[in-house]
């Protein structure tokens, strides 16, 4: 839900940081005597970073397996399509979406549990999940809106989309109205749409945060599933991962082994760290994991149309066509990285721009490889033009977003939100920099 008035300064936390460690202690309390697990090696408390970590409780040899995590512990998609209360309605969406319903089953299913309470025999991992964390799902609309024009904007929007509806279509089954036949046998407090509405979102922002690819579901289908993976979820990121994890299934165990990576000794005390995957695009991070880090890939978007009044537009089109670019709109992505340490820069924008600057008819096709010295030039020059016109947008976005923070009653703008979306387009400047100085 948005914030009412006088709750925008409200820092989000997660639920781990205001309990003094109940949560955390409950949730091994369940792993070693439900499920028994050996978690000697290795302690749970708040991390210096964000939120719980897991620190090691003595010095842990390379290549040591640390623990190991029991199938039954996890929540995959097959669980739910088997569930007596949910199944029936999410093999019917099933049936109609085909694909991308994995994360839609998963949430659906966290918020069950979230709402039934201690009647969920995995309690101690709902408690710990991130349902009231600073992930862009939970953002207000006017957070959300300082992204506008940028890809994590897009991401997001299309997550809220799924969100509203699987809200549409199971608030009637998860919060009925009405005599509760359904929840005859469970005591549990009724929710408003808009609290029941943000109960979703919190379990989307879970799932999405903490998922990870494996086929521990053991499914039908051949491809790997989303898995929620208790104890491995809560590994913070770093771009040098301590721990490793195999979360396949062998012949001889259905188990998920935890053990210590790089070849040193990991020293009592140390927090152990695993990566959320090497290069991902800093928009993709935020709207995914609700972070950025500083091992991102800066990556921006720069669209480029064709002059529909060039007398060679068809033949360019056509060219473009074969190439599968558009004439019109075409959005290229600009990486840092290929522009910067010999890269070369955005090859598709490049080709485009060349193509768009050729004006000898019989010279299209090889203008997109080898140009001619003044169509290089010129290429060149309309990329500095449209890095400079996105960097000035992106300045004054960034302005846009302090001066939202800076009223946040008014405007329902916290902080700590406004601090993400700055850190997005001043990773975005820095790719459109890098174009800029490739191509000065």
């Known amino acids: 839900r948005d914030l009412e008035p006088g709750e925008e300064g409200r820092a989000a936390q997660r639920v781990v940081q205001a309990d003094g460690g109940n949560r955390a202690r409950s949730l091994r309390y369940w792993l070693e005597q439900d499920h028994g697990m050996d978690l000697s090696a290795i302690t749970l408390k708040n991390s210096p970073l964000e939120g719980l970590g897991m620190f090691a409780a003595r010095d842990l040899e ?75 799902l939970l953002w207000t609309d006017a957070e959300v809106d300082l992204l506008e024009d940028t890809y994590a904007y897009e991401e997001i929007m299309q997550f809220r989309d799924q969100v509203d509806t699987a809200t549409e279509l199971f608030e009637p089954v998860l919060n009925p109205k009405g005599i509760m036949n359904i929840f005859q046998a469970i005591d549990q407090e009724k929710q408003t749409p808009e609290e029941f509405a943000f109960l979703m ?129 075409q959005a290229f992505n600009v990486r840092r990285n290929d522009c910067v340490e010999g890269g070369k820069g955005p090859a598709n924008l490049l080709r485009f721009l060349r193509l768009r600057a050729e004006t000898d008819a019989s010279n299209l096709e090889a203008a997109v490889e080898s140009p001619s010295a003044e169509v290089e030039g010129e290429a060149r020059a309309a990329a500095c033009q449209l890095a400079t016109a996105r960097l000035t947008f992106l300045e004054g976005a960034r302005v846009r977003a302090r001066e939202a923070a800076a009223r946040g009653e008014e405007t329902g703008v916290r902080s700590a939100a406004a601090d993400q979306v700055c850190s997005l387009l001043s990773s975005e400047s820095s790719a459109c920099q890098a174009l800029l100085n490739l191509s000065s």
Not at 62 to 72: A, D, L, N, S, W
Not at 85 to 106: D, Y
Not at 233 to 254: E, G, Y
Request: net charge negative; proline share 5%.
């Open 62 to 136: 390379p290549g040591e397996t640390v623990f190991t995590i029991p199938r039954e512990c996890t929540v995959y998609p097959e669980m739910v399509l088997e569930d007596r209360m949910l199944g029936k309605s999410m093999k019917a969406l099933a049936s109609k979406a085909g694909t991308g319903i994995e994360t839609v089953a998963l949430a659906t299913f966290l918020a069950r549990e979230k709402l039934v309470g201690s009647e969920s025999s995995r309690r101690a991992y709902i408690e710990v999940l991130p349902w009231d964390s600073m992930h862009p």
């Open 201 to 329: 979102r919190g379990a989307f922002a879970s799932v999405l945060s903490r998922a990870f690819d494996s086929d521990l579901a053991g499914g039908s289908g051949e491809s790997d599933s989303r898995v929620l993976v208790p104890m491995l979820d809560i590994l913070n990121h770093s771009p040098k991962p301590s721990v490793t994890f195999d979360a396949t299934r062998t012949k001889a165990t259905s188990k998920v082994p935890v053990m210590t990576a790089g070849g040193i000794i990991i020293k009592e005390g140390e927090e152990l760290f695993s990566s959320y995957g090497a290069g991902k695009a800093d928009w993709l991070m935020l709207s995914t994991y609700g972070f950025l880090s500083q091992d991102v890939s800066s990556e921006t978007v720069l669209e480029a149309s064709l002059d529909p009044s060039d007398p060679l537009f068809s033949q360019k089109a056509a060219v473009l066509s074969r190439m599968g670019i558009a004439a019109d709109g």
